[in-house]
DNA sequence: GCCAACGTTGGC
DNA sequence: GCCAACGTTGGC
């Protein structure tokens, strides 16, 4: 069992829409960036653990946790010109972006992009390295308990 | 809105 | 293959 941080942008669907949707479930789409794609296609397994990240909002953090729901399959948005992640370079014939299904399993309390950064055993967490701007990266054993520890007490 | 950092594009 | 220009991400 691996596990995962993956960023969504709460305007376009935040924890709260994820955990309202049916089974609450929803399909990962707009990912385009191959690193991000082969994450999804090789190394995550169904049963995964994410942790839900809201990115570009006023408070940036972990706000939910989440499971991997599915095997992956193309992501449809790549074929829909109007979509906003449509790629007028994709063919159905050989799709080049993969999505899976994340299912939404609960809020938390919003851990701030802040406290992650003050955290001293959070300073290799990939998702804080300067510069970092991979949608999904994989989350150490060691960075998940702890995490999961900090979810559990009270924020600041 | 600003800007640092990174990825992609395309000329050569 | 190099690298400058440009576009995107994402925090502030």
């Not at 399959?73 to 080049?96: E, G, H, I």
């Not at 967490?125 to 054993?141: E, Q």
Request: one cysteine or more.
């Amino acid at each position: 069992m691996a596990y995962w941080l993956m960023k969504s942008e709460p305007s376009d669907c935040s924890i709260d829409d994820a955990l309202a949707a049916p089974n609450a479930t929803v399909p990962w789409t707009g990912v385009r960036n191959h690193q991000a794609r082969n994450f999804l296609r090789d190394a995550m397994r169904v049963d995964d653990g994410v942790l839900f990240y809201h990115s570009s909002c006023p408070q940036p953090g972990i706000a939910g946790l989440a499971r991997i729901a599915s095997e992956c399959r193309p992501d449809p948005t790549q074929f829909d010109p109007a979509s906003p992640w449509y790629d007028p370079t994709a063919r159905p014939q050989s799709p080049r972006w993969l999505l899976r299904d994340v299912q939404a399993l609960r809020r938390t309390r919003l851990l701030s992009l802040a406290e992650l950064r003050a955290h001293p055993g959070l300073a290799d967490l990939l998702v804080l390295r300067r510069g970092n701007r991979l949608s999904i990266t994989p989350v150490s054993d060691a960075h998940w308990q702890l995490i999961g520890a900090l979810l559990a007490q009270p924020g600041r």
